[in-house]
C-alpha cells in the first residue's frame, strides 16, 4: 500500500507519496489550486495532473489519498472536486478536506487546539471537542485580514500614496521600486494581472522595512497582528481550559520572530502559541495512514521530517 498526501493552497500545491513508516517515495510541488481561484476544472487540473507526477507507474487502486484543498470549506467546491477527481482516479480510499484540516492531521492529537493559517490567505479554526469552529478565511475580495494578500497591498497602496502626495515616506517606495524595476504606478497592469498572488509577494518588503525599522512597515504588520489576534479569540471562544494551544502555520508566520511577537502581544497569558511541529502536508499523509488503520505516531513523523528536510 502507498500514501499520498497533497497540500494544495493559493500559492503552492505540494504532494509527498510515502510508505507506512515516514519515508517519502516521491515529492512534488506545483501552482496553487484553490477551486475559489481557478474554478472546479482548473483546480481539479492541477491536481491532478500532480497526481500523476507523483504517482507515476503506481496503481491508484493501491494508493490512499488525502487532499487537503483550501477553499474546499465550501460544501459544493467540495463535492464537486471530489467528482472531478474520483473521475479520474480510483484510489484504494480517497479523502477530501479543507487544507486547514491538514494542520490539525499534523499535530497527532484528539485534544482541544487551534489553527492560525496565514499564507496568502488567513483563517483560523479551533476544535472543541471533536467539533471545528471557524473565523475568517472569506477570500481576498472581502477578508483575509492580516495575510500575505492584506500585508502586500497596504504596502503597495502605502507607496502609491506617497507617489500622489497623499500619504507620508516610507522606505517601502525604495523597496517596492527596487523589486518593480521601474517606479509602481506604471506597473499597475501587471499588478492587477498577476491577482492576489502577485501583491502577497510584496509582503516580504515590509518585513525587511520592519528590520530597517521603517515605522510605516511596523504599523502594517501591528494591524495585521491585532486581526490575527481576532481571529484567534473568534475562534477560540468555545474552548474552556486554562490555556489555548495554538498552532501557527503558513509562510507569512514561519521564521518571522518579530511579527510573531507582536501576535503575542495582542493576546492574554491562556494563549499558548508555537509553530507547527510539521509541514501541512504530513497532515494529509498521516490521515492518510489513517484511513487503512495505520495509527500514525511520533517515530513515523520523526521519519517523515528526516526525508522532508533533506
Same mark, same amino acid.
Given at each position: 500500500?502507498?500514501?499520498?498526501?497533497?497540500?494544495? +493552497?493559493?500559492?503552492?500545491?505540494?504532494?509527498?507519496?510515502?510508505?507506512?513508516?515516514?519515508?517519502?517515495?516521491?515529492?512534488?510541488?506545483?501552482?496553487?489550486?484553490?477551486?475559489?481561484?481557478?474554478?472546479?476544472?482548473?483546480?481539479? $487540473?492541477?491536481?491532478?495532473?500532480?497526481?500523476?507526477?507523483?504517482?507515476?507507474?503506481?496503481?491508484?487502486?493501491?494508493?490512499?489519498?488525502? *487532499?487537503?484543498?483550501?477553499?474546499?470549506?465550501?460544501?459544493?467546491?467540495?463535492?464537486?472536486?471530489?467528482?472531478?477527481?474520483?473521475?479520474?482516479? /480510483?484510489?484504494?480510499?480517497?479523502?477530501?478536506?479543507?487544507?486547514?484540516?491538514?494542520? *490539525?492531521?499534523?499535530?497527532?492529537?484528539?485534544?482541544?487546539?487551534?489553527?492560525?493559517?496565514?499564507?496568502?490567505?488567513?483563517?483560523?479554526?479551533?476544535?472543541?471537542?471533536?467539533?471545528?469552529?471557524?473565523?475568517?478565511?472569506?477570500?481576498?475580495?472581502?477578508?483575509?485580514?492580516?495575510?500575505?494578500?492584506?500585508?502586500?497591498? !497596504?504596502? @503597495?497602496?502605502?507607496?502609491?500614496?506617497?507617489?500622489?502626495?497623499? +500619504?507620508?515616506?516610507?522606505?517601502?517606495?525604495? %523597496?517596492?521600486? #527596487?523589486?518593480?524595476?521601474?517606479?509602481?504606478?506604471?506597473?499597475?497592469?501587471?499588478?492587477?494581472?498577476?491577482?492576489?498572488?502577485?501583491?502577497?509577494?510584496?509582503?516580504? @518588503?515590509?518585513?525587511?522595512?520592519?528590520?530597517?525599522?521603517? /515605522? *510605516?512597515?511596523?504599523?502594517?504588520? @501591528?494591524?495585521?497582528?491585532?486581526? %490575527?489576534? =481576532?481571529?484567534?479569540?473568534?475562534?477560540? $471562544?468555545?474552548?474552556? #481550559?486554562?490555556? !489555548?494551544?495554538?498552532? =501557527?502555520?503558513?509562510?507569512?508566520? $514561519?521564521?518571522?520572530?518579530?511579527?510573531?511577537?507582536?501576535?503575542? #502581544?495582542?493576546?492574554?497569558?491562556?494563549?499558548?502559541?508555537?509553530?507547527? #511541529?510539521?509541514?501541512?502536508?504530513?497532515?494529509?499523509?498521516?490521515?492518510?495512514?489513517?484511513?487503512? +488503520?495505520?495509527?500514525?505516531?511520533?517515530?513515523? $513523523?520523526?521519519?517523515? =521530517?528526516?526525508?522532508?528536510? /533533506?
Amino acid at each position: 500500500m502507498y500514501y499520498l498526501g497533497i497540500d494544495g +493552497g493559493g500559492t503552492k500545491t505540494e504532494a509527498v507519496l510515502c510508505d507506512n513508516t515516514g519515508h517519502i517515495l516521491n515529492r512534488r510541488t506545483t501552482v496553487g489550486s484553490n477551486p475559489n481561484d481557478l474554478v472546479i476544472e482548473l483546480s481539479g $487540473k492541477v491536481i491532478c495532473r500532480l497526481v500523476s507526477d507523483v504517482l507515476g507507474d503506481i496503481p491508484p487502486e493501491n494508493v490512499s489519498a488525502v *487532499f487537503g484543498i483550501a477553499g474546499c470549506y465550501d460544501s459544493n467546491n467540495n463535492a464537486d472536486l471530489f467528482a472531478y477527481i474520483t473521475d479520474r482516479y /480510483k484510489f484504494y480510499s480517497f479523502k477530501l478536506c479543507p487544507d486547514v484540516w491538514n494542520v *490539525f492531521f499534523s499535530e497527532l492529537t484528539d485534544a482541544d487546539i487551534c489553527m492560525l493559517i496565514c499564507g496568502t490567505g488567513s483563517v483560523a479554526f479551533a476544535r472543541v471537542n471533536g467539533k471545528y469552529y471557524r473565523a475568517g478565511g472569506w477570500g481576498h475580495l472581502i477578508d483575509d485580514a492580516g495575510s500575505g494578500y492584506d500585508i502586500g497591498r !497596504k504596502a @503597495l497602496c502605502a507607496v502609491l500614496r506617497e507617489t500622489d502626495g497623499r +500619504g507620508e515616506h516610507t522606505l517601502l517606495t525604495e %523597496l517596492v521600486q #527596487s523589486r518593480l524595476h521601474k517606479p509602481p504606478e506604471k506597473c499597475i497592469h501587471e499588478l492587477y494581472k498577476g491577482g492576489k498572488k502577485e501583491i502577497a509577494s510584496f509582503a516580504p @518588503l515590509v518585513f525587511s522595512g520592519l528590520n530597517k525599522r521603517d /515605522k *510605516f512597515c511596523e504599523k502594517i504588520l @501591528l494591524d495585521a497582528a491585532h486581526e %490575527l489576534s =481576532l481571529l484567534i479569540t473568534a475562534a477560540c $471562544k468555545n474552548i474552556e #481550559s486554562d490555556t !489555548k494551544r495554538v498552532i =501557527l502555520c503558513g509562510g507569512i508566520l $514561519k521564521g518571522n520572530k518579530a511579527f510573531a511577537e507582536m501576535l503575542r #502581544s495582542q493576546l492574554d497569558e491562556t494563549y499558548q502559541l508555537e509553530l507547527s #511541529s510539521a509541514p501541512p502536508v504530513f497532515g494529509s499523509y498521516a490521515e492518510s495512514l489513517r484511513q487503512t +488503520g495505520v495509527i500514525p505516531n511520533d517515530k513515523i $513523523k520523526e521519519t517523515f =521530517l528526516e526525508n522532508y528536510n /533533506k
